[in-house]
């Protein structure tokens, strides 16, 4: 052997017993870290530990007090800790190619802020969880990825869409000399979700609910979530959905039994729910409603697609089991074959079918709003289901009930030149109405996001000196009513400078007032809902209350928030990249004023088949 070769493997040989040394000494960490992390440390399957080992590093060591359980490659769980033993993010999925990538990234920030992993407890779990949704839900950047094969590749293309808030969370103007209370209240969050044993999907939201609602409240942070955990877990123990699923509910006034044929619902639905089955097509083709009272999601698009094209026996039967579950309504999220529906109806069972047709206004929607049925004092019932990314809202008043549906958009919402012609297509139907809360990254919509920011403040200072004048406080609801901060307080304390505010959170703020704004407009407008008015009724109902044609009876309530003042122009939405800055912000505060003012507004249900 020459000496070349020699040297070459003496340098193997070493760097083979460096690694060796530095594995052992991650064990040490490890087996310090676990008790801290998990109060069962055998079921950990596999812990990465961030910042203290390098980028490549996986540990392969054996986990638990009797160190049996061994760490495997097509392992499922994933528990992210930091030096101090803090959790990061559990139940991430390794089986994504790009884990890796996830991890640098973590790493990444984590080193950039200078202390490690230390101050980007949030931080760090912004970008995972992002990144898992991001892959899961965007057709688009799943096509990216066939492409970036190295960390610059992926911080050039898919990163920066990950850290739009992180970035700014992580400058020291927006938290300064409280990184060390924010990260201790965020370990004990987290900590107190897991003791709790949420689900999976909620614990992935309520990662990114912290990171995307309350980094800027770092004061509200511990309130705010922990008033969310309670809220969460009183949802799925004791909502109404779970009664009007179930046993009769608690007044007659409610419908008794609600079917869900939504495919993508079904990830959003944890099966732990209490007293429900949740049952997925692949699970139970046969629709064998065995228990009751029971959830019936279709698990991918094709399933659903092969439900509501049965042959009329399979209805009739299908029908049948509902009826003596007591089911009175089914919700079809995407229409239905017109058989299937009479079929139902023979059962006395109603059908809402949510056809393309029937999409009255697209706006995107918080990831995190978690599935609610609202029983009112009135036999009026206003139904939500959960899905990620966009949603239309669509309204259907059956029977002396009024139902208000979310579905998915991401079919029709796009960017780029596509936006403008998809929303084209949508403006030629003047049934349609087109709400675009978004900023494509097209020459069209270059100063759309300025003059959203510049609306958005000035509805904050009206509804602040509205407040300063009424000497009261105005809850801003939060996810549709999960939690609630003061909006005085957020305005004084954090858009004092406005330059250190992104417009994006601006904007969020104004979809935040505007949902308290609609929260207050269904309560003072119960009454109107009852009235079957024809549409000269609605009219004169309108101009009873003294009411913008902008309010009228069938818009849902978030249009009403947003709709122009301009009756000649009801297919003009304030925030249409068309319409001039001035137009935008003046509407904006006139609503905005109106809702504030307003003793009583007058909202109404549509008929069977009637467009407003």
Known sequence: MDGFSQTALTS????????????????????????????????????????????????????????????????????????????LLTNLSIAN??????RDSAVQ???????????????????????????????????????????????QSIFPRMLQRAEVVSTPHCMPLQRRPLRDRARAVLN?????????????RFSELIVETFLPLPDTLMEAT???????????????????????????????????????????CPNQIENVRCVYMDEDPTLSLAQAPILLSASTAEDYRRIVQWEEKRAIQLGQKLREKGVTCVLLSEGGALDFVNSLAQFGITCIKCDEDDREVLFPKDIFSPCRL??????????????????????????????????????????GVDARQKMDKIKSKPKHRTILLGSPTDGTFTNFRQILRKASLAVLQLCLSSLQHKGTSLDVQLGGGALSFNLAHFI?????????????????????????????????????????????????????????????????????????IRASEASVLPFHPRSTESDIIHSAVWTAKQMLDIDRVCVGQRQNNVNT
């Open 12 to 87: 193997r040989s070493a760097t083979s017993e460096e690694e060796s040394k530095e594995k052992r000494r991650a064990d040490k960490r490890l087996h310090q870290l676990l008790p801290k992390v998990c109060t069962d440390p055998a079921s950990v399957q596999r812990v990465v530990v961030a910042g203290l080992l390098p980028i490549s590093a996986i540990l392969k060591s054996s986990l638990g007090p009797e160190g049996t359980q061994k760490v495997v490659e097509t392992s499922s769980k994933t528990v992210l800790v930091t030096e101090d033993g803090e959790v």
């Open 97 to 102: 190619p790009l884990l890796k990538l996830v």
């Open 109 to 155: 920030v984590g080193n950039r802020c200078g202390d490690g992993c230390k101050r980007t407890f949030i931080l760090c779990t912004a970008i995972l969880t992002k990144m898992e949704f991001v892959l899961s839900r965007s057709s688009s950047l799943q096509g990216m990825l066939d492409t970036i094969h190295t960390y610059d590749e992926f911080v």
């Open 192 to 204: 107190t979700l897991l003791a709790n044993k949420l689900s999976p999907s909620l614990l992935k």
């Open 226 to 268: 922990e008033a969310c955990v309670h809220h969460i877990r009183t949802l799925i123990k004791v909502s109404p959905i779970v009664k009007v699923l179930g046993s009769p509910a608690e007044s007659s006034k409610v419908v008794e039994g609600v079917m869900l044929f939504d495919p993508f619902f079904t990830s959003r």
């Open 374 to 415: 609202y029983r009112r004092e009135t036999e009026d019932v206003l139904l939500t289901c959960d899905v990620v990314e966009f949603r239309f809202f669509r309204k259907v008043g059956i029977g002396g009930r009024a139902y208000a549906h979310f579905g998915p958009l991401s079919k029709v919402f796009c960017h």
């Open 492 to 564: 004084t304390d954090h858009l004092s400078s406005p330059s250190s505010i992104e417009a994006g959170m601006i904007s969020a703020c104004m979809k935040r007032v505007l949902e308290a704004v609609k929260e207050a407009l269904l309560e003072t407008s119960l009454s109107a809902l009852k009235c079957k008015a024809t549409q000269q009724r609605k009219y004169s109902l309108a101009a009873r209350y003294n009411v913008s044609n902008s309010l009228l009876i069938g818009q849902d309530r978030v249009s009403a928030a947003l709709r122009p």
